[in-house]
Each structure stands twice: as C-alpha cells, then as structure tokens.
T-cell receptor, first 114, second 114 residues
Framework: DQQVKQNSPSLSVQEGRISILNCDYT??????FLWYKKYPAEGPTFLIS?????DKNEDGRFTVFLNKSAKHLSLHIVPSQPGDSAVYFC?????????????FGKGTKLTVNP | NAGVMQNPRHLVRRRGQEARLRCSPM?????VYWYRQLPEEGLKFMVY????????ESGMPKERFSAEFPKEGPSILRIQQVVRGDSAAYFC????????????FGSGTRLTVV
C-alpha cells in the first residue's frame, strides 16, 4: 500500500527551463509535506516543505504547490541548473505533536542537461 | 560542526552473520531516526529513538532487528542472522527536538549480504 506516489521515475530538462516534479498521496490524514534531494552515495537533503494550511511555499528557485482536494503536490524548479541533477523524494507526515514518521515516495531522477 | 556520521559506509556480511550499523547524531541532537532504502524504493521508516528510549518502532521487522540509543555513544541498529533481503541502504537522521521536518540525514550504510 503505497501512500505516497511519484509516478515519474525520471525527468530530463534543459538548463534554464522549468522542472516540474509531481507527487500524489492517498492518506487524507497527511498534513505536512516535504521534498528531499539526494545525490548518489549521499543521504537525502531537506529542500522545502509545505503545511496543509498553505497551497504554495517558495524558497528561491524552488516552489512547492499543494492541492489538497486532489491530494497532489508538485515541486517547481526555475530555472533548472545542471547541479540540480539528483533524485528528488516527496515525503508526507501527520503532525501529531511532532515526531511522526515520514512516508516517502520512490523518487524521481531529474537530469538537467547543459 | 560535523553532520550525522554513519559507519561503516559499506558493510558486507554473509548470510547468518550479524550486522551492526552505527549512527552518531549531530552535536546537540538527542533524537535519532533510522530509515531503510531497498533497491528501486523510497526510504521507509524503521525506528525513532531518544536517548535511552525507543519512541516508535512501528517500522521495524518483528524479528532479527533491534535498535538502541544509549546515554553515551552512538545509536546502533543491529540485524541478527542477516538474509539477502536485508541488503539495502540504511540511513540515520537526527534532530534537536521531536520534529518530522528538517531531519539531517547521514550518508548511509550500504549493507550487502552475500
């Protein structure tokens, strides 16, 4: 039972263009969502997050959009840079006093071509 | 300010042997989380510990797996009588307080069972 789904295993974009990574979830109890970036042989690095009370959160080139009714979120990277090439994981949790576990998707491998 | 340190980075064990994975959290962090990433999968929560206490072990397999975070020293994830299906990357994360965002992950231990 996969509660967080990233249906695109890979995505390739040109440098300077927009990258859009998508994520769907099934558990309506999730109310906090995160994106992590992972390079090979390294641990995941926290990128950006969004609470369910918002529909958008922006941090520099990275913007996360949340559509609660569709149980869908997306990460936009504008403009994309070659250094953004990595695997991106979507994660979700239920915030009940903190310390709730994260449920991760399988990841999308982003390749940004120079 | 060292990050989360995991050792060894790579561990090879024969079937039936024991595997011990170590995690030293960031300085000042008293909360430790263990996640496992099987090949072609996302990270899956295993256990959440505070100093000397297991808070949530809902993701731990019922047999052969145990975890501890003693008052002094690193957190240890122990796998007894390893099988081929235990081959995976094991990631540890730490935080200064109970939180489900902004974890700092270590680089992981890649366990290979032969």
């Amino acid at each position: 039972d996969q509660q967080v789904k990233q249906n695109s295993p890979s995505l390739s974009v040109q440098e300077g263009r927009i990258s859009i990574l998508n994520c769907d979830y099934t558990n309506s109890m999730f109310d906090y969502f995160l994106w992590y970036k992972k390079y090979p042989a390294e641990g995941p690095t926290f990128l950006i997050s969004i609470s369910s009370i918002k529909d958008k959160n922006e941090d520099g080139r990275f913007t996360v959009f949340l559509n609660k009714s569709a149980k869908h979120l997306s990460l936009h990277i504008v403009p994309s840079q070659p250094g953004d090439s990595a695997v991106y994981f979507c994660a979700a949790s239920r915030t009940q006093g903190g310390s709730e576990k994260l449920v991760f998707g399988k990841g999308t491998k982003l390749t940004v071509n120079p | 300010n060292a990050g989360v340190m995991q050792n060894p980075r790579h561990l090879v064990r024969r079937r039936g042997q024991e595997a011990r994975l170590r995690c030293s959290p960031m300085k000042g962090h008293s909360h430790v989380y263990w996640y496992r990433q099987l090949p072609e999968e996302g990270l899956k929560f295993m256990v959440y510990l505070q100093k000397e206490n297991i808070i949530d072990e809902s993701g731990m397999p019922k047999e052969r797996f145990s975890a501890e975070f003693p008052k002094e020293g690193p957190s240890i994830l122990r796998i007894q009588q390893v099988v081929r299906g235990d081959s995976a990357a094991y990631f540890c994360a730490s935080s200064p307080m109970a939180t489900n965002y902004g974890y700092t992950f270590g680089s992981g231990t890649r366990l290979t069972v032969v």
